[in-house]
Nanobody
Framework: QVHLVESGGGLVQAGASLELTCELSGRTHSSWGVGWFRQSPGNEREFVAAIRYSGLTTYYATFARGRFTISRDNAKNTVYLQMGGLKPEDTAVYYC?????????????????WGQGTQVTVSS
């Protein structure tokens, strides 16, 4: 069993920055990939960013590219999502997910484990 715990969400004004943290524990696999997704009321869960175990390969949704940065510290089993230039439309619950055999990092079904989510609210 693998547990993921997100933190770092909150209420901020437009233009602010936030850093989300995803801590993994339990039977973590040596080659797992991690992704961030978000979901707002009435909308489907959408891909935000993902990172391979090596940390050398990252993936971003179009809206995230240039504003968000995903990184990881494997020694700490932690993945980060640095978000800048936040907009009201970024308001959502942000989830991290981990998978042993992720091929298509943008697809939620590829991931095996999910955290409980952290709320990000951006006021205008």
């Amino acid at each position: 069993q693998v547990h993921l715990v997100e933190s770092g969400g909150g209420l901020v004004q437009a233009g602010a920055s936030l850093e989300l943290t995803c801590e993994l524990s339990g039977r973590t696999h040596s080659s797992w990939g991690v992704g961030w997704f978000r979901q707002s009321p009435g909308n489907e869960r959408e891909f935000v960013a993902a990172i391979r175990y090596s940390g050398l390969t990252t993936y971003y949704a179009t809206f995230a590219r240039g504003r968000f940065t995903i990184s990881r510290d494997n020694a700490k089993n932690t993945v980060y999502l640095q978000m800048g230039g936040l907009k009201p439309e970024d308001t959502a619950v942000y989830y991290c997910a981990a998978g042993y055999t992720v091929v298509v990092f943008t697809t939620p079904e590829q991931y095996d484990y999910w955290g409980q989510g952290t709320q990000v609210t951006v006021s205008s």
